[in-house]
């Protein structure tokens, strides 16, 4: 018998390993971000009675009257707009809203459109589905609980579906003139990155502000408190150059003194 021939053995060489390069993450200076730390955990000083009364006057001297941008027709077309508002703009709530309560402006308007075709209306507005449903159910609360009419207390407006604090803060404020002071993203940032009124949580916040805001103040405290944060004291950066407390300001990071 002939010997067999022999197998050849291949080698396969393994790919040399590629080390990925770390790509270093580009950073704020130091002191910048040991600035921001400060501003978002409370460590700014608390401005003291003279200096929260100084910046209020000059709140108030800049815009005595200060108006919330939702826009509405009466009590019960406010708190429909405010549910809206929730994780959506006031600028978007208003493109839907004129059409909305040009067809329903009470509760028992809004109850006869019904839901598919309120839905239909506020579709350019997120979790509008979530949305349809509270103000159908609230309005159904209003009419067979309150006469058709939007209560005036803080405890019959958390009753009604989708209508937590805040969004009760600002209806017993406009609609009550009640000195409500309704803690949203704005008056957070604000209160929290001044040292005005520090906090973790919005209660926080809106606990400190009552006790720290002059009562002749506390009518209007919020709406100079969120326009100023949508349009001054801005989450990324911050128009310090134009804004009117920035020497009362405690935040280490402002860029003007």
């Known amino acids: 018998m002939g010997r067999k021939p022999r197998g050849r053995t291949v080698t396969t060489r393994r790919p040399p390993r590629v080390r990925k390069r770390k790509t270093a993450r580009l950073k704020p200076p130091a002191s910048r971000r040991a600035a921001g730390a400060k501003a978002w955990h409370g460590a700014p000083p608390q401005w003291t009675r003279a200096e929260i009364a100084e910046a209020f006057q000059r709140f108030a001297a800049a815009n005595p009257e200060p108006r919330g941008e939702l826009r509405h027709i009466n009590p019960f077309t406010l708190l429909v707009a405010v549910v809206l508002s929730a994780q959506a703009t006031d600028a978007g709530v208003n493109k839907a809203t004129p059409a909305l309560f040009a067809v329903a402006d009470t509760p028992e308007k809004m109850i006869a459109l019904g839901e598919a075709k309120l839905r239909e209306l506020i579709k350019t507005i997120g979790l509008y589905r979530t ?107 911050p128009l310090c150059e134009r804004c009117i407390i920035a020497d009362l300001c405690k935040w280490p990071g402002k860029t003007v003194t």
Request: glycine share 8%.
């Open 131 to 237: 949305k349809a449903k509270h103000i159908i159910a609230l309005s159904h609360r209003l009419v067979a609980e309150h006469g058709g009419q939007v209560p005036c207390s803080r405890e019959a407006l958390e009753a009604l579906p989708g209508v937590g604090r805040k969004t009760a803060n600002v209806v017993l404020n406009i609609a009550f003139g009640q000195p409500t002071i309704a803690v949203d993203t704005h008056i957070f940032r604000v209160s929290n990155r001044t040292g005005l009124a520090t906090g973790k949580t919005p209660l926080e916040v809106e606990a400190k502000l009552e006790q720290v805001v002059p009562a002749p103040y506390k009518r209007h405290a919020h709406h100079w408190l969120i326009l100023h944060g949508r349009y001054t004291c801005l989450a990324r950066k």
